[in-house]
T-cell receptor, first 113, second 119 residues
Framework: GQQLNQSPQSMFIQEGEDVSMNCTSSSIFNTWLWYKQDPGEGPVLLIALYKAGELTSNGRLTAQFGITRKDSFLNISASIPSDVGIYFCAGQYSGRSQGNLIFGKGTKLSVKP | GAVVSQHPSRVICKSGTSVKIECRSLDFQATTMFWYRQFPKQSLMLMATSNEGSKATYEQGVEKDKFLINHASLTLSTLTVTSAHPEDSSFYIC???????????????FGPGTRLTVL
């Protein structure tokens, strides 16, 4: 099945640094979602985006829905050790009210104290 | 709110046996539940979508006779892996979608996953 192009694949950063990751697609989505997954756990929803151009924050996290509706980015400011985990973007196609999510391959974030 | 549980969290079984995994939405009614499979260091791959009271819709390449899905109520869906083999070993995650608190009805809330190991 189709997957989103998510980058970078992994990041090693120092505590306190800012982080940026993004997802791109050849298809248009009407919803973009960002999840975090800890080892051995299910994904937890961080931010949901519904409109092109939308910029939404959740604490130190900020995500934007690209104008073209084919991309999204997630920023984490002032990273802390508990930010460690795998971050997934997910897109949902137009016309589906509770439709399928297409997931990116994930960005593994490691934070050095 | 929007809590989804899975049981068991971990199961080890012998090849040829069947394993049932339960997915429950604890504080909301899930009109749709999804089942995903995740191999180590990989992303989530959708296996099937089920609506309460209807037959599940399986993704291409997923054998419906091997992965039996039942969505008998608005709070419970089960996935049964029949005649399991070592290649079925994986992390199985369910999600549920429905009206839930501040999130839009589009949101899927994920369970904690079930680690299946087939010997």
């Amino acid at each position: 099945g189709q997957q989103l192009n998510q980058s970078p694949q992994s990041m090693f950063i120092q505590e306190g640094e800012d982080v940026s990751m993004n997802c791109t697609s050849s298809s248009i989505f009407n919803t973009w979602l960002w999840y975090k997954q800890d080892p051995g756990e299910g994904p937890v929803l961080l931010i949901a985006l519904y409109k092109a151009g939308e910029l939404t924050s959740n604490g130190r996290l900020t995500a934007q829905f690209g104008i073209t509706r084919k991309d999204s980015f997630l920023n984490i400011s002032a990273s802390i050790p508990s930010d460690v985990g795998i971050y997934f973007c997910a897109g949902q196609y137009s016309g589906r009210s509770q439709g399928n999510l297409i997931f990116g391959k994930g960005t593994k974030l490691s934070v050095k104290p | 709110g929007a809590v989804v549980s899975q049981h068991p969290s971990r199961v080890i079984c012998k090849s040829g046996t069947s394993v049932k995994i339960e997915c429950r939405s604890l504080d909301f009614q899930a009109t749709t539940m999804f089942w995903y499979r995740q191999f180590p260091k990989q992303s989530l791959m959708l296996m099937a979508t089920s609506n309460e009271g209807s037959k599940a819709t399986y993704e291409q390449g997923v054998e419906k006779d091997k992965f039996l899905i039942n969505h008998a109520s608005l709070t419970l869906s089960t996935l049964t892996v029949t005649s399991a083999h070592p290649e079925d070993s994986s992390f199985y995650i369910c999600s549920a979608a429905g009206l839930a608190g501040v999130w839009s009805y589009n949101e899927q809330f994920f369970g904690p996953g079930t680690r299946l190991t087939v010997l």
